[in-house]
């Protein structure tokens, strides 16, 4: 029954068919022919499933990532990072992994990342001296950092589906999130030295301190939203609409760029992506209803045991195989579909679950940066006005030093587990 609707949903998606389209077809279709299920329930279902208010959380970070877009203070950001490391050398590349951490940290949303930044980054690349194709590379791999760095979207998703606590996940990915930027920041370096790229100059502490009184307002939201969640202050959700507020005042009233009259296109096109993002989580919970009841988490458990795996071992596994899936698949509905049938394996091999949810979390988040379901391949390809395979070739390098981070990852759990215990968290 679960191979007969992995096998539809594929072969729709293949033709054409819109991912939360081919999943409810396919999971309707399987109930229908293997199960006596009264297909009115499916309704139900998918209605219970959204009826959460942790996933409230998903709309508002994403309206906090299109307000700091549209009011362009990612601009200011940007201009922080260049004065604090642009002097090094590879400095423009460094910038890049800065300014990306710092706006991981206000709006979750990898896509928002490069729409917002991802442009004013590769030109800023280009003038220094930097290949296109590694601009963009480095561009479209750094922003990956917004799908694990607090307040991910997707560690959001992630933890309401596990039925675990979302602060605790959140405040999990901040080291992994800044340990993946300390590879890139060492790859860059070794890149641009090698290569005579961007060499180094002099240091003005005066643009540092002008730059950073400028951009202080919006590097307050991501202390704002991790130590208010970190300790209890307020609920993941209730982070997520201080955000949205503060993020406003500072474009409307502070900054005053971003005018009234865009207020309702902002909303417009948050509901969209929204409504893209809750549908497909909705029609996933029909597909992960259907492999319970086949009892694909227990055939992949007692798989996961006759192997004689440890835990190590076992979640060396999974990553090979979150990473084969995540280059087909979105990370969303693949979240949706394999966490439920994963927890219960991993909770048998004695796999953390919180360390389990990050490496999954990143492992799929490779999917955005690679054909052929790329979200964020080819968002970098339209802002870079690059065809999708010369990004891709610039891309390979950065792609590999983001695939061995996550690995070292999976080796180490203290990485994800000792900052959570550390706060007395976990």
Not at 253 to 265: G, K
Not at 298 to 318: C, H, R, T, Y
Not at 323 to 347: R, S
Request: overall charge negative; charged content about 10%; proline content about 7%.
């Amino acid at each position: 029954m679960s191979l007969f609707l992995l096998i539809s949903f594929f072969g729709l998606s293949m033709l054409g068919v819109p991912l939360a389209v081919a999943l409810a077809l396919a999971s309707v279709a399987t109930l229908w022919l293997f199960t006596s299920m009264p297909l009115d329930l499916l309704s139900q279902t998918m209605f219970s499933s959204m009826n959460s208010f942790l996933l409230v959380a998903v709309p508002l970070f994403i309206l906090v990532g299109t307000v700091m877009e549209r009011g362009r203070v990612a601009e200011r950001i940007f201009d922080f990072a260049e004065a604090i490391v642009g002097w090094l050398p590879g400095g423009l590349g460094h910038v890049n992994v800065i300014s990306s951490v710092i706006f991981s940290g206000v709006s979750g949303s990898s896509v928002a990342d490069i729409a917002s930044v991802g442009a004013i980054e590769i030109k800023a690349m280009e003038r220094h001296g930097f290949p296109k194709g590694y601009a963009v590379g480095m561009t479209l791999c750094t922003a990956t950092l917004s799908s694990i760095i607090p307040p991910s979207i997707l560690v959001v998703i992630a933890g309401s589906i596990a039925n675990v606590s979302i602060g605790t996940l959140l405040v999990a990915g901040l080291v992994p999130g800044l340990f993946i930027a300390f590879a890139f920041l060492v790859f860059n370096h070794c890149y641009s030295v090698y290569y005579g790229y961007n060499p180094p100059s002099p240091f003005n502490f005066r643009v540092v301190i002008v730059t950073g009184l400028r951009a202080i307002l919006p590097m307050l939201t991501p202390l704002i939203l991790i130590i208010g969640i970190a300790s209890g202050l307020f609920t993941p959700t209730e982070a997520a609409a201080i955000a949205v507020v503060y993020v406003a005042l500072l474009g409307i009233i502070v900054y005053r760029t971003l005018p009234v009259s865009e207020v309702p296109e902002i909303l417009i096109s948050t509901a969209r992506i929204s409504g893209t993002i809750l549908f497909i989580a909705a029609t996933s919970q029909i597909a992960a209803w259907v492999f319970t009841y086949d009892g694909l988490p227990e055939k992949v458990a007692d798989l996961l045991q006759a192997m004689n795996l440890g835990p190590l071992s076992g979640m060396l596994v999974i990553f090979v195989f979150l990473l084969i899936i995540g280059i087909f698949m979105e990370a969303i509905p693949a979240m949706f579909i394999l966490i439920p049938v994963l927890m219960p394996p991993v909770e048998a091999l004695g796999i953390d679950p919180i360390h389990f949810l990050i490496v999954t979390v990143m492992t799929l988040t490779l999917g955005l940066v690679t054909p052929p379901v790329g979200v964020c391949l080819f968002a970098a390809a339209q802002v870079a006005n690059m065809r999708v395979e010369d990004v891709i070739k610039g891309s390979l390098a950065p792609m590999a030093v983001l695939t061995l981070a996550i690995f070292a990852l999976v080796l180490f759990p203290i990485l994800t587990l000792g900052p959570i215990r550390f706060l007395g968290m976990y």
